[in-house]
């Protein structure tokens, strides 16, 4: 599984991921709720190992941020805390578990072996616009949570885009990836372009005058 653990105490940290990747876990491992919240918003994970209180953004309001993203992963919680308010918000939140510390890593790994056997959520959704987001796992453009209808090369200008989402994407590289067997000008990536953007409901594509386009992060 390719896990992100959220965890300030540096030796937990450190031991869970050497661990986990020890059971041939893949971990990505951050101190701080923010930096954690931008990776998740860039890359798809099978399971989020979360403390509560960490710098930057707690645990309990990281959730509820990519819940609001339309992100779904499944969610284990790992902390000190014994207040049943704040046990009560996690489950709310739609965690999978909760493991009081200290804790055994042996523990941490059954209850990980768990959520991957009964695990059927889809993998992260990129959100583009208020109402599009894009399904990185199938490929696929949706509208409030809806499939769009779009041509093969419409289609790889939308995955061509969402994966660099923030970024500028030159005529080159629309050139190296939509157009890959045949040798085609800027114009014709352009009028390509447009005629999606006006297929489009919203209009999420941003020109860049003189290098390409790009989608902004929401």
Not at 74 to 95: K, T
Not at 164 to 170: A, H, M, S, T
Not at 189 to 201: P, Q, Y
Request: glycine share 4%; hydrophobic share 40%; charged share 30%.
């Amino acid at each position: 599984m390719k896990i992100l653990l959220l965890e300030d105490e540096v030796m937990l940290n450190e031991s869970i991921c050497e661990y986990l990747e020890s059971e041939g876990h893949q971990v990505e491992s951050f101190f701080d709720g923010l930096k954690a919240l931008e990776a998740i918003k860039e890359n798809a994970y099978d399971l989020l190992i979360l403390d509560i209180t960490v710098p930057g953004l707690d645990g309990l309001s990281f959730l509820e941020k990519i819940h609001a993203l339309k992100i779904h992963v499944p969610a284990i919680y790992i902390s000190a805390l014994v207040d049943i308010e704040d046990i009560s918000r996690a489950y709310d939140l739609g965690c999978n578990d909760y493991l009081k510390k200290p804790f055994h890593l042996k523990e941490l790994s059954l209850r990980v072996e768990r959520v991957k056997i009964l695990d059927t959520t889809p993998r992260v959704h990129l959100r583009l616009s208020k109402n599009y987001s894009y399904d990185q796992e199938h490929s696929t453009l949706l509208f409030n949570q809806e499939t769009q209808v779009l041509t093969k090369r419409q289609s790889q200008i939308i995955d061509l885009l969402s994966r660099n989402r923030g970024r500028v994407v030159d005529f080159e590289q629309f050139q190296n990836y939509v157009w890959s067997e045949q040798i085609v000008d800027n114009a014709t990536i352009r009028a390509e372009i447009n005629r999606l953007k006006k297929h489009l409901k919203e209009d999420f594509i941003i020109n860049v005058r003189g290098m390409g386009y790009m989608v902004d992060k929401p």
